[in-house]
């Protein structure tokens, strides 16, 4: 039976990959946001075997060659394969997946924005806290992690943080296993040194693509999110990117102090003025 239920999901992920070969031979490439292809990606896994994956997320815009009717087949065959595949693996979801093409007909302008996106938490007593956190997808790129991550223990404890270490696990992903390398420090030790008994941290977790699409008829445009954007052939439309938007006045930085430790961090921490 399980040999069944991957034959059904090796047909969804040929049909997926039949369906981004003809974008990527017969279809009009406009915009593309770099990592985030319409293809398959190669991987070294952490053994050195290198495998073939769909990708996790697909930003692009593109337009066909003409009416649509071979997207259009290769689109439903993919589509129907994926529920194939679920319902042998008792799964009832209908939902498509987020990398799948949306099609939009007479579009005359698409202006895009990129925006990072902000994790903010108030740190707990008695936990680890990620200063950094990695993850390697080779050999090679584990030790180069681990060389700097040691040192920046070692510059740590010279500054009396002794609760400063490494921790290896697994981390699972889109992407399947990934070996996962994180510096992490006591919770308890923060709230000593900064002298509080409330930090407020924050990480970027990545960014937020978004995407205004308009038809000649329009002004305000229709707001999407930046995915796998395929226009009709009669879309000829003016691509722009639009500026980050302006900090808020209330955000973080400007209401609260940011402390800093003796290195480089991705994890920032803020305490407001007692």
Same mark, same amino acid.
């Given at each position: 039976?399980?040999?069944?239920? !991957?034959? *059904?999901?090796?047909?969804?992920?040929?049909?997926?990959?039949?369906?981004?070969?003809?974008?990527?031979?017969?279809?009009?490439?406009?915009?593309?946001?770099?990592?985030?292809?319409?293809?398959?990606?190669? *991987?070294?896994?952490?053994? #050195?075997?290198?495998?073939?994956?769909?990708?996790?997320?697909?930003?692009?815009?593109?337009?066909?060659?003409? #009416?649509? !009717?071979?997207?259009?087949?290769?689109?439903?065959?993919?589509?129907?394969?994926?529920?194939?595949?679920?319902?042998?693996?008792?799964?009832? /979801?209908? @939902?498509?997946? %987020?990398?799948?093409?949306? @099609?939009?007909? %007479?579009?005359?302008?698409?202006?895009?924005?990129? %925006?990072?996106?902000?994790?903010? *938490?108030?740190?707990?007593?008695?936990?680890?806290?990620?200063?950094? &956190?990695?993850?390697?997808?080779?050999?090679?790129?584990?030790?180069?992690?681990?060389?700097?991550?040691?040192?920046?223990?070692?510059?740590?404890?010279?500054?009396?943080? &002794?609760?400063?270490?490494?921790?290896?696990?697994?981390?699972?992903?889109?992407? #399947?296993?990934?070996?996962?390398?994180?510096?992490? +420090?006591? /919770?308890?030790?923060? *709230?000593?040194?900064?002298?509080?008994?409330?930090?407020?941290?924050?990480?970027?977790?990545?960014?937020?693509? @978004?995407?205004?699409?308009?038809?000649?008829?329009?002004?305000?445009?229709?707001?999407?999110?930046? $995915?796998?954007?395929?226009?009709? %052939?009669?879309?000829?439309? $003016? +691509?722009?990117?639009?500026?980050?938007?302006?900090? @808020?006045?209330?955000?973080?930085?400007?209401?609260?102090?940011?402390? &800093?430790?003796? +290195?480089?961090?991705?994890? !920032?921490?803020?305490?407001?003025?007692?």
């Amino acid at each position: 039976m399980a040999k069944e239920h !991957s034959q *059904f999901w090796a047909t969804f992920f040929n049909k997926e990959q039949a369906l981004l070969d003809y974008v990527n031979t017969s279809c009009e490439l406009l915009d593309v946001v770099t990592g985030c292809e319409p293809e398959y990606k190669k *991987f070294s896994e952490f053994k #050195g075997v290198t495998v073939t994956k769909a990708p996790m997320y697909i930003r692009c815009v593109v337009g066909l060659p003409d #009416g649509g !009717s071979d997207f259009e087949l290769l689109y439903s065959e993919m589509v129907e394969s994926l529920m194939k595949a679920r319902e042998a693996d008792n799964q009832t /979801s209908k @939902r498509l997946l %987020n990398r799948f093409p949306v @099609r939009y007909d %007479n579009v005359s302008s698409i202006t895009t924005r990129t %925006n990072r996106a902000i994790k903010s *938490f108030a740190l707990k007593p008695d936990t680890e806290v990620i200063l950094n &956190k990695i993850m390697a997808y080779d050999t090679e790129g584990v030790d180069i992690v681990m060389e700097g991550f040691n040192k920046d223990v070692k510059a740590l404890i010279e500054h009396d943080y &002794k609760t400063a270490s490494i921790k290896e696990y697994t981390t699972s992903t889109h992407y #399947g296993s990934t070996p996962t390398i994180a510096l992490v +420090i006591d /919770s308890n030790e923060l *709230f000593e040194k900064f002298n509080t008994d409330h930090i407020q941290a924050r990480v970027e977790t990545g960014k937020q693509y @978004r995407a205004t699409l308009r038809r000649a008829d329009e002004t305000r445009g229709k707001q999407v999110n930046y $995915g796998f954007i395929v226009l009709d %052939n009669k879309s000829k439309p $003016g +691509i722009f990117q639009a500026s980050p938007q302006q900090p @808020r006045a209330n955000r973080l930085e400007n209401t609260a102090k940011e402390v &800093k430790l003796p +290195i480089s961090t991705e994890t !920032s921490f803020y305490i407001k003025d007692q």
